[in-house]
């Protein structure tokens, strides 16, 4: 998408839709540095953090995840464009974060098992401590062990699992298994998603409920720890 021509434009003198598609051209392409100038353009103007979020990275993100699976765009590239979108995100977490919301309950959310794809899990976490809950990430590929040990010594209330491969989405299983067996598994709300999952899925593994994106994972979230808290109060 790149050309000579891009070295001339001056992305604080673009109207606000032309900007956004620059964004997802720049994204496309990489640029670390032009997407933050443009987050910060866009938030200068009045853009609510989440607007952001959603319009001008994501939504360049799925032209890139488009091309990606059409063999367009491979590995490398595709790790640029997501270096550029986590540039983006580091200036959007702070203002996603800083709502002073009340504590609602803790989290504790992973990628699982061979899968370290952790773009959307960050973005959970990010929306998730916007809206008050407490987040321990335990980053990419984890195995059921790390997921149970976290549970416990954090004293947790919500598991968040995500997968992005369908080769790595059973394994949601693997860990929900392993807490029934253990006798754990309605100590705590278990929440999934991915791109690859959807509702059945979740049913299917025997997870409280999958959540398509960030937002419905907050609102799931929120749901839920009422819920507990209702039975608690009701004895
Ligand atoms: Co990968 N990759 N990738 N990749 N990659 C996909 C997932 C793929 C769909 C691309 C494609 O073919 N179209 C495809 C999977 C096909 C399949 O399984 N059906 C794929 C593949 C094949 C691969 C490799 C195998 C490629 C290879 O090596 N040949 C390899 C696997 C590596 C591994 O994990 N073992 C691989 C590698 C990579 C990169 C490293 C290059 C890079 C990841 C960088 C990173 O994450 N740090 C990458 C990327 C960036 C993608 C795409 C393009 C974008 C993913 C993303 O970040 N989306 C992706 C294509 C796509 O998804 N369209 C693709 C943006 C993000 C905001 O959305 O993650 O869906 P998402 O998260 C959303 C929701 O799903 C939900 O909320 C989020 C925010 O709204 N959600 C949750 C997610 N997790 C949640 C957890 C919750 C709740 C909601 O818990 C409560």
Redesign the pocket.
Known sequence: MSDDQDDDIILSELEDEELVLQMHDDLYDGLKEEIEEGVNILLERGWEPYEVLTEAL?GG??I???D???GILF?PE??L??NA??AGMAILKPLLVETGAPRMGK?V?G?VK????????N??SMMMEGAGFEVVDLG?NNAVESYLEALKSEEAD?L?????????MPYMKVVIDTMKAEGIRDDYII???????NEEFGKAIGADAY???????VE??KEFIARKHNQLAAG
């Open positions: 994501v993100m799925t890139v995840g488009r990606f699976r059409d590995v595709v790790l464009a997501a979108m986590k989290m959310i990628t061979g899968d370290i794809h952790d773009i959307g899990k973005l959970v990419i919500i968040g699992m995500s997968a992005l491969l369908t080769t790595t929440l999934v998603g991915g791109a690859p999952l959540c398509r994106d960030a937002a419905v994972a799931t979230a």
